[in-house]
């Protein structure tokens, strides 16, 4: 699924995803395919590639709907963690490790 240029529609280009795990780890292997030319990927602080093409695993560790900690990275490996709050409210709030608070709005029914 995509969220751009249409949310959750199928994916415009081949995408699968392999997950595994063991006592301590998961692991998420991406296989991304897609015209090198196409792929927007910067060189940038981790958290920063929001405007990059990314892959991401939400987790919602509650299982309520509302909360999710998202694991993304852009075609260079550059990564962003941050965990999104679904609630009542009509913004979505993301807390970055170093425990900066950024705000965005949200569309209904999707994660921001």
Request: aromatic share 8%; net charge positive.
């Amino acid at each position: 699924m995509q969220r751009e240029p249409g949310d959750g529609v199928p994916s415009s280009v081949e995408t699968a995803v392999y997950l595994s795990y063991d006592e301590g780890h998961l692991y998420a292997v991406f296989i991304c395919k897609d015209d090198p030319a196409k792929v927007r990927a910067n060189m940038t602080k981790r958290e920063a590639i929001m405007g990059d093409d990314v892959v991401g695993l939400l987790l919602d560790t509650y299982h309520d709907g509302r909360r999710a900690y998202q694991y993304l990275a852009n075609p260079l490996g550059i990564q962003a963690r941050r965990r999104s709050d679904r609630g009542p409210r009509t913004t979505t709030t993301a807390t970055t490790p170093c425990g900066t608070r950024t705000g965005g709005s949200r569309r209904t029914g999707t994660w921001s």
